[in-house]
């Protein structure tokens, strides 16, 4: 059973920064896509971005290219996200997720079956 847990989130001024971590457990040896989502209030989850464990390959939404990383350490079963310039309108909860193949350019959210519990970010103006 693969089980998430993230960390990270927290409240930053408008062009700061935060680091976003996710740990799995329970992964079995193989290829897993390790994203990382996001939902404003009263808006639909959306796809930040996203790395295959084999191979390194990085997918990032259009609006978070040249602000965002996402970097791994397969040693420790763990991926993360580097926000720096942070905007008011990336406020929402985040949540890293997985799933058991390589990553497509797209993100869709019922590809993903597995999912940490959610952080909080908030940016101010």
């Known amino acids: 059973q693969v089980q998430l847990v993230e960390s990270g989130g927290g409240s930053v001024q408008a062009g700061g920064s935060l680091r976003l971590s996710c740990t799995a457990s329970?992964?079995?040896?193989?290829?897993?896509?390790m994203g990382w989502f996001r939902q404003a209030p009263g808006k639909a989850r959306e796809g930040v971005g996203s790395?295959?464990?084999?191979?390194?390959?990085?997918y990032y939404a259009d609006s978070v290219k040249g602000r965002f990383t996402v970097s791994q350490d397969n040693a420790k079963n763990s991926w993360y996200l580097q926000m720096n310039s942070l905007k008011p309108e990336d406020t929402g909860t985040y949540y890293c997720?997985?799933?058991?193949?390589?990553?497509?350019?797209?993100?869709?959210?019922?590809?993903?079956?597995?999912w940490g519990q959610g952080t909080q970010v908030t940016v101010s103006s």
């Open positions: 997720a997985a799933h058991g193949d390589y990553c497509y350019s797209f993100f869709s959210v019922s590809l993903y079956n597995y």
């Open positions: 329970g992964f079995t040896s193989g290829t897993y896509c």
């Open positions: 790395i295959s464990s084999s191979s390194g390959r990085v």
